[in-house]
């Protein structure tokens, strides 16, 4: 008895279901769309700079806070900084246009190459191999982002031994 009272419900629960996942996606996509939800395009006062006398521009990355654990030493580090790449005038256009579409692969490539850096390297003040390491990476990775140079503001290093 209990198995044919089941065998009804079950067109109910399907439709019950089905109209729940219809109306919570289209209430995400009214979140989203009213400027809760969806990401800023990187064109925003905040993530460009003007352009410069030699005809480039500053365009901001991320900001980052990168946890690296080392278990050999028992040591755990926190890089934390804000990157900027240096795009020529004649390429931002398209590196806007292609950035916004990549923005996700951009901040993974940063943090690998960021836990593949050495400790001894941010000992350099200008950061020259920390800021090649990931150029380096951005390019294999990316290479349609035209990026000539990278700079890092904001940097913070700690380690904790743990």
Do not use: C
């Not at 219809?22 to 989203?32: E, F």
């Not at 900084?81 to 940063?110: I, P």
């Amino acid at each position: 008895m209990h198995t044919r009272a089941l065998n009804n419900w079950r067109p109910s629960l399907a439709a019950i279901l089905l109209v729940s996942t219809i109306s919570g996606t289209m209430a995400s996509q009214a979140w989203a769309e009213s400027g809760h939800g969806g990401e800023k395009p990187p064109a925003d006062a905040d993530e460009v700079s003007a352009e410069s006398a030699d005809g480039t521009r500053a365009i901001k990355l991320g900001e980052f806070s990168i946890r690296v654990y080392h278990t050999v030493s028992s040591r755990k580090d926190t890089v934390s900084f804000v990157l900027l790449a240096t795009v020529g005038k004649d390429e931002y256009e398209s590196f806007e246009h292609l950035y916004g579409n990549r923005k996700n692969k951009v901040r993974d490539q940063v943090i690998v190459a960021t836990r593949l850096v050495p400790i001894e390297d941010y000992d350099d003040p200008e950061l020259k191999k920390f800021r090649r390491r990931i150029y380096l990476r951005l390019r294999r990775a990316l290479p349609e982002l035209s990026i000539e140079d990278l700079r890092v503001s904001d940097f913070s290093l700690s380690s904790q031994s743990t």
